[in-house]
Structures are given as C-alpha cells and as structure tokens.
C-alpha cells in the first residue's frame, strides 16, 4: 500500500481500521455483558413465571373449593377463606402480566380474563346468596354448566402460560402441581362428604394418581431435596390422609355420610394436614436452595466469560494505541486547513439561523391559522375544480355534519350531500362561477348523518394556470341558527299580522304550529287549549297529526301523570318524554302513539302574563330522542308566543262583551224607563180588581196576565241593575257583620217559607267587612231565594260566617241541601240571563248580581256544589280596620213599609234600623202612626197617603216608582228606581237628617 510523505499510512485507512475495529470489540463487549444478563433475567424471569403459574393455579383452586363448600356447608369460614385468598390470586395474576406480558396478549388471554372476571362475580354472588341462607341458589350457581364453562376457559388460558423445559422450572412446576393436586384432593373429599355424591369420588380417583406420579418424578429429578427424615414423615402423612379419604368413601357407599364427614374435619386429619404441608413447604424451601446454587454456577460461567472478553479487548485497544498516535501527527497537518473551513462554517451557521428564525416564524404563523380556524365552527376546505372532489377538509366538518373525515374526502360527496331542493343551484352556482375563475360566495342546505337540515354560506375562491382553473379553496359556515331565526321571525310576523287583522284564534294557532314546524321539519307540532272548567283539554292545532290522533286527545283530563300535555297542564311545568312507549306517564295513551307513529313528546304549558295556565305547547318526534339546548329554547319561544296569541284573543273578546255590555246598559237604561211606564198602570189595575166579581172562567186567564206582568217587573227590575256600574259604589263603607246579621235576620226569614228551616252562626268577634251592608243584603238575599227554590221538599237553609286563619278575609257562606247544580251550571253561573229555571220565575241575574256586588267589594264568589247534594256559596270579603259608618243613628221613630218586592223590603228596612228606626209592615197599605212611610204610587195607596199627611206636619213619605202629580202634591219623596240603592240611601238619609233637625 503506497504510504504519505510523511512515511504515515493513508489517514483514511488508518481511520477506517480504527473505526471497524473499535465496532467490533464494542460489539464483543455489549454481546458479553448483554447475553450474561439476559441469561441471568431469564433465569430469573422463568423461575417467577413457574413459581407464579403454580401459585395462580394453586390459588384459583382453592378460591374455587372455598367457594364450594360454603355453598354446601353454609359455614362462613370458607367464605372468610375465600376472601383471603382472592388478593393474592389478584396480585399473583397482575405479576405474572408485569414479568411475562407476552402470554397475556392475544385473543386468548382476552378469553382468560373474561373467564376470570366471570368466575368471581358468581363466587361472590354465591356468597352473598349463602350469607343470606340462600345455601340452594348458590349451589345452583356454582354447580351450574356455565360456571364448569369459564372454569375449563380459565384453566386452559393459564395452562399456556409457561416456558421452555428446564429442570429447575420442572422442579417447581412439580412442586405447585404437588401442591395444587394435594388441595384438589382434599377439596374432592370434603364435597363428597358434604354432598354425598359420587363424581367428587371419581374426581379423587383422577387426581389421586397424578400427585403419586409428580411426587415421585420430583424426588427423581431432585433427590437431595428430599431429606429422608422430612420425606418419611410427609409419606406417611400422605399415606394417612389417602387412607382416612378412601375410609371416607366407603362410609359414603354405607350411607355414612355424618361419620364421613366427621372423619375428614377431625383432630387426626388436620394433624395430617398440616405435616403433610409442612413437608412440601420444607421441599420448596429445598427446591429454592437448588435453584439459587444452579443460577450462581451459571452466573460464574457468564462472569469467566466476560473476564476473557474484556481480557482480549484490552490487547486490542494498547495495540491501536500506537496506530492513533500515528494519525495525530497527520491530524496536525490539517488543523490550518480546518481553521479556515470553520469561518466558512461560521458564515453558513448564520445564515442557517436566519433560514431557521424564517422557517419558524412561518410556521408559528401557519398554526396560529390552524388553531384559529379549529377554534371556530367555519370549516376550511379544498377541492378538485373539475370533479368537485375536496382533496382536505378541516376537523371541524366532523361537527358540521357528523360525518368523518375520511367520508368528506370521497368522490361526489359534496353534491350527493346537498339538499334535493338546492342540488341544481349550487352545483351549477359553482361550476358557472369555477368556469369563468371568480372568486364566489352562496347560501345552500346540506343534510347531516342524523338527517338534521344544516344551512351553509360557502365562501369560494378558486385557483388557475395558465388560465384554467385547477383547484378550489373555501369556507363553509354553519348559519343554520342565523336562518332558524329568520324563518322564525318571519312566521312571527305572520301570526302578529294575523293577530293584528283580527284573525280567528284557531287560524292564528295553526300559522304557528306551520311555522314551526318549517322551523322544525322533523318535528310535528300541536296546540291545545285548557277547557273554561280548568280540567280539559281542547284541541287548537295540529296541522300534521293524524285526524284520529286529535279526536281521542280532544277533552283530555288533565292530572299529574296524564300523558305530556295533560300533566303539563297540571303541573305547571315543562315535561320532557324521551320514548312515550316506556315512560309510565303515556301507559293510557300507549296504543293510541304507536297507531300514530310517534315515539318522543315534549309539552311546554303555554303561561298567561298573570301566572294562568292557558294550555300547552307539544313538539312530538316519530322515534325517541331527548332534547338539546335550542330545542328548549325554541319550545319555550313557541309556547311564550301562542300565550300572546290566547291573551290577545281573549282580550278581545272581553272588550267586544264589555262594548257590548255598554251598549246593553244604555238600551236597558231608557228601556227600563219606559217599559216601567207602561207595566205600572197594569199592575196596578190587576191589583185592584176584586176576585169575587171576577167570573170564573176569567180568574185563570188574568191571573196568567197577572203573573206575566210579575215576571216583566222582575226582568225590568234586573234589567236596571245590570245597566248600573257598581264600581266604586260605597267603596268606603264597612259593615258589622254581626250586627248587620241581627238587623236583617227577621227579613231574610220573611223569604223562607215554612217548609224550609234557616239556621244561622255568627259570632260577635266577627272583624268589619268592606262592604256597604245593603249591597251584603242585596247579595245574601238572592243566595237565600235561590236556594230556597232548589230545597223542593222540606229542607234546611244554613248561613253563617268565619275569619279566616292569617285574619285578612271573613268568609259568609249560604248553603243548602237541595237538588245542586252541576258542572255546566257552576260554569256558567255567573252569566247574565243565565238560568235553570222556567222563564215564568226566573230572569237570570241574581247570581250575576251577587257577582257584581262582592267582585266590586274586592271579594270572591265560590261555589260548591253536585247534583244531589246540595250547594254551598261562599263569599269571601276582605277585613277593615276602618270604624263602620251608621246613618244618624240618633233619631228615633216608627217607620213603616208597604212594598211587594221582598228584596227591595230588606234594602229598606236595613237602612231604616240603621238610622235608628222601628220598621214595621204596613197593614192593607195604612201606615197608622209611624213617622216614616215608604209605599208604592198606587192608586189603592193614594188614598191612605192623604190620611197620612193630613196628621202632623212630621210624617214623611217616600215612594218608590215613577213620579206622580198626586204623590208629589203630597210632599212625597221620589225614588223612581227602587234598585238604585245610592239614590235609595240618599233619600232615606234627607228624610232622617229632617226629621231629627225638626224634632219629633
């Protein structure tokens, strides 16, 4: 080989011997030391793995055996057995996976684990079963054909879990199957006595064999581990326990089962036992001994081994001394040459770092983009110009349709994935766009993989060369909300216009329910109305549920597991049914959904602005599915906005009634004037005819004259009543009711006949009422009248009153045992010329009238009543501390009165009493001596009036009816409207405050 000028070899040959040199006794080195530990971890690891196997398979017997015989004895120490040893199985298993994970990896061992898994849960629930005394449900277990299953899984996967043949893992293999064997045997034994059958017989002669064959091919293998006086003393424990178990089968074949078992849990059988045991503990002590001698011979081959190795690498390495020092002096040669490429060097690591700040800037950049664009819901994207094939697509197109990535990424994904409706257009806005390269944008739909409509804005730019478009890149962006909200408003607005143009409520409800469900297209909507007596529902809307569906829901009972809407409408609440075929609340509606297609129903109650329930808004699905967010959020919209709707429509109806009432008024009002005009003369002439000169078969036809002028005067009576506004009316005056009870007592008896008996209460603590006492008459009276006319037969009429317990209210109540009302009637009975009597006897205002006088009191009106069991109204008023207001109760006298009408009667003679008068009924219409006489301007009274005022100058007379020349002659005050109870009580206190200036 040519050498240098230096006389040196070539430095690139010298380099490269050095190089392969130092490989190879570097290789040398590491394949000593490496083969000496992995021989050495491989003696170990196997010994752990044998020792281990054994010990799993030895534990898995007794956790079995344990279990067993608590099953069959019902003793708890097997259980207290079973639950110490089932940690260290557990421990034992979780080494054997830390040193030996290979066995555990495969299918296999997946196998084992279930088996595992499945062994301890019917272990364990057979001892939960024999802690309860449940002894035959545990055998049932633990006897059972799939417990003998996972058993031989179990016991096969742990079967493959073993090494290569090696004498000391065969010594310890036999030392675990010796001990596994030993438990088996005595567990076989124990279970014959215990159960008195012969397959653990024959399980014991099975085994029996096996532990004779592994003991003696132990003691071939090792027989220095078998000491003669330990290994005698163990053979003849052995043999002394086969021969107390053999004694013990043959007892069981005499049907000895108690002696059986007796023999095998005696004194002499544990003695056995335990020597029996303490020879193989003392045999693996041994056994360990051999094995540790053994690994420390192997590891003093493997260190001789290493010794030589490291011997002959050290001759190398002074050999190659002198070959490096060779190479230095070639090294110095080139230390010049190297200074200048290290400025060279210098020059390029700068402007490395510069390319390098430049590249990471860029991508700081590019991922600042990344995470901006992932932090957002608009979805980056790429795609072929020509097939439309997106070639990437951002991880947010995962969210925006639920589609994976790999699914975006197929051909003709994008236009199969479009809406039918919006396919053409967006496929033709693209490609006419992609053609003539303008960057675009355009709104289309999409449809998810769980069918949800998704609406996107598509910004698109597209990519050309040399003039040809060649690539597409864009943003999608969900505006699925933003549109939801437009078509929402629109529809919105459409129920307000409507609403607006006066529209019918069922119109309006079925405009909603639509938009809706545009809003909403898997979704089917319906509305229902809550029935006038609080209890039913009534159909609004629900332009897409089968007909049949909405006729058997139509006048639902509301209640507290009634279906979604019924119990909706009950509680109050919101109410979310996932699947209707499960929940317990549709088990009455269960057959009806199923006949309908519907599997999911959500109900939102529709809430009036003052807290009432109006109805219920339902959104139904045709599959089960619970609700997310924005569903709530849009049925909560949904129902706020059909509650507007239901108020809006119900206002109205109570301004065109309250229009209509005030038209109604003023009519009455001239009407009640005229008609009075008119019926007066009448009645006045009917009243003074004389019967007896009346021919008898004329009586019958004038006294129906009679009695149908009696019915005009009723109906005008009322008329005017209805045509006054009571608002406001004695709003400052309060009432005694105890003593307002004693002052009209004796009149309200007038208007109950003898038939019926009238029982009263009123206790002299009752507080003051705010309420004018002739109002609470006016009231009461019709209450007394009307159920005197429901008691048919002899009855008992009750009245009586009592303070609530927070002291804010009096409670008067009126109650009868007659025939009762029923629930229409109870509905209904406040409405004007409502009625369930004849026309002949009734007008139908004296229940509105008690209506309008307590509501105006600020009180209420409650009725309870049934068909058949009579009625009860109660009037709740509330209490005032203000002092009750008398008329001048200072003056004295007799007043007398002579008017027909019952009601107007007790008016007046409560406000007479009240001014400190001694009312009387005037006798055939003469007044006698009383100071004060309040009569009707008939002409059969005329008369007795000039007897009247012809006394003393002190004797006032107060009519009640139209105004008259003689009456007024008379210096008789008028009251042309007896029901006008304000001008009624002005006159009588004129009368009064005269009367006491001028003195009696």
């Known amino acids: 080989m040519a050498r240098d000028p230096g006389g040196h070899l070539p430095i690139g040959v010298q380099t490269f011997a050095v190089l392969l040199t130092g490989v190879v006794l570097s290789w040398m080195v590491w394949e000593t030391v490496t083969g000496y530990r992995a021989a050495r971890q491989d003696v170990e690891r196997n010994a752990q793995i044998e020792a281990l196997r054994s010990k799993i398979v030895h534990l898995d017997e007794v956790l079995t055996m344990s279990a067993r015989m608590a099953a069959m004895t019902g003793d708890r120490k097997w259980i207290k057995r079973y639950e110490r040893h089932e940690p260290e199985l557990d421990a034992a298993i979780k080494r054997a996976i830390e040193i030996a994970p290979e066995p555990y990896s495969d299918e296999q061992a997946a196998l084992t684990d279930q088996a595992n898994v499945q062994l301890v849960r019917m272990e364990r629930e057979a001892l939960a079963l024999v802690r309860e005394q449940g002894l035959e449900e545990a055998q049932d277990i633990l006897f059972s054909p799939e417990y003998e299953k996972q058993k031989r899984i179990y016991a096969q996967g742990i079967t493959r879990f073993a090494v290569t043949p090696h004498l000391d893992l065969r010594l310890e293999r036999l030392r675990g199957t010796i001990v596994n064997l030993d438990e088996v045997l005595t567990m076989s034994a124990r279970m014959a006595v215990e159960t008195g059958e012969k397959e653990w017989i024959d399980r014991y002669e099975e085994y029996e064999p096996k532990l004779d064959a592994a003991i003696e091919e132990a003691k071939a293998l090792a027989p220095e581990a078998f000491a003669k006086e330990a290994a005698d003393k163990t053979d003849a424990a052995n043999v002394a326990l086969v021969k107390m178990e053999r004694r013990a089968f043959e007892l069981i074949g005499q049907n000895k089962g108690d002696e059986a078992k007796a023999l ?405 009002a001239g009407m009640v004037h005229d008609v009075t005009n008119v019926i007066m003369p009448i009645r006045c002439r009917l009243d003074a005819l004389n019967w007896n000169s009346v021919p008898a078969e004329l009586r019958e036809f004038i006294e129906s004259i009679h009695q149908a002028v009696e019915y005009l005067q009723q109906l005008v009576k009322g008329l005017g009543s209805l045509a006054q506004d009571s608002e406001g009316t004695d709003a400052d005056t309060v009432t005694t009711m105890c003593d307002w009870w004693a002052e009209v007592k004796p009149l309200m008896n007038t208007a109950v006949p003898e038939r019926v008996v009238l029982d009263s209460d009123f206790p002299a603590d009752l507080p003051l009422v705010r309420i004018a006492p002739h109002h609470l008459t006016q009231a009461v009276l019709n209450l007394i009248v009307n159920s005197v006319e429901a008691t048919r037969d002899r009855g008992r009429l009750r009245v009586w009153a009592e303070t609530s317990r927070d002291r804010e209210t009096v409670r008067l109540c009126v109650s009868d045992d007659g025939v009762g009302m029923s629930e229409e009637a109870k509905v209904r009975a406040f409405d004007p010329f409502f009625t369930t009597k004849t026309r002949s006897i009734s007008t139908g205002l004296g229940l509105w009238l008690v209506h309008n006088v307590i509501t105006s009191a600020g009180g209420t009106v409650d009725i309870d009543s049934a068909p058949g069991r009579g009625t009860i109204v109660a009037l709740t008023l509330p209490i005032c501390t203000v002092p009750a207001v008398k008329l001048e109760a200072d003056v004295r006298g007799r007043a007398a009165v002579s008017v027909r009408d019952s009601q107007t009667v007790a008016w007046i003679t409560m406000l007479l009493r009240s001014a400190g008068y001694e009312v009387q009924k005037a006798e055939n219409g003469d007044p006698a001596d009383s100071d004060v006489w309040v009569t009707e301007p008939t002409e059969e009274n005329l008369a007795a009036a000039r007897r009247f005022s012809a006394g003393t100058g002190q004797h006032r007379i107060i009519t009640l009816g139209p105004a008259q020349a003689d009456w007024i002659d008379l210096g008789a005050a008028v009251v042309e409207d007896p029901r006008n109870l304000a001008e009624l009580r002005a006159v009588l206190h004129t009368v009064t405050a005269e009367a006491k200036r001028n003195g009696p």
């Open 264 to 668: 095998l849990y005696s004194t002499a059988y544990e003695d056995e036992k335990l020597t029996y045991a303490d020879g193989m503990r003392q045999f693996a002590a041994r056994l360990e001994g051999i094995a540790d001698e053994r690994a420390r011979a192997e590891r003093a081959k493997a260190s001789v081994k290493a010794a030589v190795n490291i011997a002959v690498l050290a001759l190398l390495m002074v050999g190659w001394l002198f070959v490096l020092r060779a190479t230095r002096l070639r090294q110095q040669a080139q230390v010049q040459s190297n200074r200048e490429l290290t400025q060279q060097a210098g020059q390029l690591a700068d402007l490395n770092r510069t390319l390098e700040q430049e590249v990471g800037e860029r991508r700081r950049a590019a991922e600042r983009l990344r995470l901006l664009l992932e932090s957002t819901h608009v979805v980056p994207w790429q795609a072929n110009a020509e097939t439309c094939q997106f070639t990437y697509v951002g991880p947010q197109a995962v969210n925006l349709l639920g589609y994976p990535i790999d699914e975006w990424l197929k051909e003709e994904f994008w236009p199969q994935h479009i809406h039918p409706e919006d396919r053409e257009h967006a496929v033709g806005t693209l490609r006419e766009a992609t053609h003539r390269g303008q960057h675009h944008e355009f709104e289309y739909r999409m449809i998810a993989a769980d069918g949800r409509i998704v609406w996107v804005h598509d910004l698109v730019s597209v990519v050309s060369r040399n003039g040809e478009p060649t690539t597409l890149r864009g943003f999608m962006i969900d505006i699925t909300e933003r549109k939801l909200a437009e078509q929402i408003m629109r529809g919105h607005n459409r129920i307000l216009e409507r609403l607006a143009a006066g529209a019918p409520l069922d119109q309006v409800l079925s405009i909603l329910a639509e938009t809706a469900e545009e809003a909403r297209p898997e979704m089917l909507c319906s509305v229902l109305l809550l029935d006038d007596d609080k209890k039913h529902l009534r159909h609004g809307a629900a332009p897409s549920l089968p007909a049949f569906y909405n006729e058997a829901i139509d006048g639902m009972e509301i209640g507290p597991s009634a279906g979604s809407c019924g119990t909706a409408a009950y509680t109050g609440k919101r109410v979310i049914i996932e699947d209707v075929m499960t929940h317990p609340f549709w088990k009455d509606f269960r057959e009806l959904a199923q006949r309908a297609g519907l599997g999911a129903c959500w109900s939102e109650p529709i809430i009036s602005s003052t807290g009432e329930t109006l109805g219920t808004f339902a959104m139904y699905y045709r599959e089960p599915r619970g609700p997310d967010d924005s569903d709530l959020e849009f049925i909560q919209s949904a129902a706020y906005l059909a509650g507007i709707a239901i108020e809006r429509k119900q206002l109205d109806l109570r301004l065109r009634l309250t229009d209509r009432l005030a038209s109604i008024g003023t009519l009455t």
